[in-house]
């Protein structure tokens, strides 16, 4: 007995710290697979013993410990936001939902936040907490997408939603850090440290594109029982909502095969881990009793069982990017998910050492895909010796470094060397993706194969790589005509568009959409002035201060404005002038989705022209839009039912040329 009570404690602390960081906007501890082991043994371990301590987190909703997310002004929530029972079993799903109509919709990967709505308009907004004390968070009211700043309805309401990034965003958000600055692990992990900032950071969480998914209408002053109809009411609201599927007990193994595919196929646009089921009688839905933190018919959640696979650890790759030089695994290759896995981020040395990873050839370990996407190292299964850490650089040979995050306690490796070439990897990224230049043949690899042979060192050496094509042709995966090749599609990737080519320096902050709203509004030419004079950019919509001090800044750096001018010297930039009133799509708002056709190669270059013309292109449907661009006009998608339900017309790629092009 005092091994099992000590075994509970040992489980409660270790769980709560994990909770801590993963709702705390720091480095995850443990992946939801090893947490999810660890809370079933506990929760095996208190039943058989009895034993419960008051902060097990099988009695609350997350970590009883107050982490940087949840601390600050608390308050009460008016009704308890209580977690979801989970199961891996779809047998025990068909047998909650009985005989009963269910909903089956995703269950979202990031932070839930309950909103208050007041004559129209939100007047609070919490973090769910433990589940009935929560943050005050009112000061994100106005930078949060899909909590609409006024509404139809003028009664009191609370929603329950998930604040989720994007991939494609977090993608994104990641590529503006600046120098030194740490890229976040995952969507969640971000979204967890975006609504933690103050008021006074309200630009950088407005660019951070956080979306508010509404899962749950908590409350409404009249009777509206099904809920399938209560998000029905939150659409006509304004809301974005989760996408949804009524059904029943017998249908619902094909439904969950099928939405399970949607997953595997990589299609979702926003981080889930696992579905939920919820009665559409919310009436009886109400009527169940709450053991520990679950309402038992409050909902149930369906996480996926992950598949697992033994493999031998053949290497640790030390990957220098940005600052950091990163672990990863690499392994004889095991079949996962339809896929053939080689290789795994281990993240940093506290990670391999709590993993307890040996030496190389000689360590069993254990690889799952985490939410079927991502593989992930989650145990070593046998060990032998200890890991060695590079005390050099891989790239510039620089001696290393470990550091220890203060707010983490994380140990990371780091290269001391700041003019290091591999730390400008991930900005000769940008400078050749599709987004920028668009050179063909330039992958990441071979990027840090020149870095590496001193060929790179600033983006306008690409263009000098002829100098050295001698020396390419006898680098492993090249020959005269590959080398050819990619000499050609340097050339030819010469003539460039003004918006592609201020992406592609990697100022901080500015992106796509940054960089297309400033030569849309200045044109080439006022841009050129002001960059030549040091002039500000904040007077143009949806830069501001922050933005147009990152440019000024960037520019003001004599390396940068260097480059800057050789690069205009090397280049054929087009010039584009100011955009006029009047455009094809000018006053109108767009949103594109499904496959793109047609003359145009991808959704950007749509999204490029729309704005080009005068209109705007959002990322979700609302009554404010015109037009929905897709190619499968009869979809059941959830942007094409919130489309049909809004009024809004839809049109194929082709219809939008006959009409705007």
């Known amino acids: 007995m005092a091994n099992e009570t000590q075994r509970i404690d040992y489980l409660v602390e270790t769980l709560n710290n994990a909770s801590a960081a993963y709702y705390g906007g720091k480095e995850e501890i443990m992946s939801n697979f090893e947490w999810d082991a660890l809370f079933d043994e506990l929760a095996e371990l208190e039943s058989r013993t009895g034993y419960i301590r008051d902060d097990s987190p099988t009695q609350s909703t997350s970590s009883s410990q107050k982490t940087d997310a949840e601390s600050g002004t608390e308050e009460p929530h008016e009704f308890p936001a209580l977690s979801l029972a989970k199961t891996k079993k779809i047998e025990e799903l068909q047998q909650w939902a009985g005989d009963r109509d269910i909903w089956l919709s995703w269950k979202l990967d990031g932070i839930t936040l309950v909103v208050t709505y007041d004559n129209g308009v939100p007047v609070k907004i919490l973090s769910r907490g433990d589940g009935r004390v929560g943050k005050n968070l009112n000061h994100l009211i106005g930078f949060i997408k899909g909590i609409p700043n006024c509404i139809q309805y003028k009664g009191h309401m609370v929603v329950r939603g998930e604040a989720t990034i994007s991939y494609d965003d977090f993608e994104r958000i990641n590529e503006e850090l600046a120098d030194g600055e740490t890229e976040y692990a995952n969507p969640r992990n971000l979204v967890s440290g975006t609504i933690s900032l103050d008021k006074n950071n309200a630009s950088v969480i407005k660019n951070r594109s956080v979306t508010f998914n509404a899962f749950t209408l908590v ?13 029905d009411f939150l659409d006509q609201q304004g809301f974005i909502t989760v996408e949804r599927e009524h059904t029943n007990a017998s249908k619902l193994p094909s439904a969950i095969k099928r ?13 889930v881990d ?20 679950h309402a038992t018919r409050g909902g149930l959640a369906y996480k996926w069982a992950d598949t697992s696979a033994t493999t031998t650890l053949k290497e640790i790759e030390w990957s220098c990017s940005v600052s950091t ?25 506290s990670e391999l050492d709590r993993l307890g990873i040996g030496e190389n050839g000689k360590t069993v ?44 306690g994380t140990i990371t490796l780091k290269c001391t060397n700041t003019q290091c070439p591999a730390k400008h990897l991930k900005r000769f990224a940008r400078f050749v993706s599709k987004e920028g230049m668009d050179i063909d043949g330039l992958s990441t690899e071979r990027l840090k194969s020149f870095i590496n042979k001193g060929f790179l060192e600033r983006f306008s050496d690409i263009y000098q790589l002829h100098e050295h094509q001698n020396e390419i042709i006898q680098m492993e995966g090249f020959g005269d005509k590959s080398c050819e090749n990619l000499l050609s599609a340097i050339e030819a990737k010469k003539h460039t568009s003004p918006v592609k080519f201020i992406y592609s320096l990697s100022i901080p902050l500015i992106g796509i959409d940054a960089a297309t709203k400033i030569i849309n509004t200045l044109g080439s030419s006022e841009f050129e ?18 933005r147009s001090n990152a440019i000024q800044n960037w520019f003001r750096d004599p390396i940068n404005k260097r480059e800057y001018d050789k690069l205009k010297e090397i280049l054929d930039i087009e010039k584009i002038e100011q955009s006029f009133v009047g455009g094809r799509c000018n006053g109108l708002s767009f949103v594109i989705t499904g496959e793109v056709t047609g003359p145009f190669k991808n959704r950007n270059e749509i999204k490029n022209y729309i704005q080009q013309e005068g209109g705007a292109v959002k990322g979700s449907v609302s ?8 190619n499968d006009i009869n979809s059941t998608s ?4 919130a489309a049909k339900k809004l009024g809004v017309k839809i049109i194929s790629v082709d219809e939008f040329i006959r009409l705007f092009g």
């Open 365 to 408: 370990i254990e690889i799952i895909k985490a939410n079927k996407i991502i593989p992930k190292c989650v145990r070593v299964i046998q060990k032998e010796g200890k890991y060695t850490v590079p005390s050099h650089c891989p790239v510039c040979h620089a001696p290393t470094e470990q550091v220890q995050n203060g707010k983490s």
């Open 638 to 641: 959830e942007k094409n039912e």
């Open 274 to 293: 696992g579905l939920v089921i919820n009665y559409d009688d919310t009436d009886y839905a109400s009527t169940g009793s709450v053991t520990g933190h």
């Open 259 to 271: 939405w399970t595919l949607t997953v595997e196929n990589k299609k979702m646009p926003i981080p």
């Open 219 to 231: 409350y409404v002053d009249f009777p509206l029982i099904s809920w399938g109809e209560r998000l």
């Open 623 to 630: 009554k404010k839009t015109d037009y929905l661009i897709n």
């Open 325 to 349: 030089i990163t672990p990863v695994a690499i392994f004889d290759p095991v079949m996962l998910e339809g896929t053939t896995v080689t290789r795994a981020s281990l993240c940093n040395i």
């Open 529 to 546: 002035k002001r960059v030549e004079s040091g002039g500000s950019f904040e007077d143009i919509d949806g830069i501001g201060i922050e």
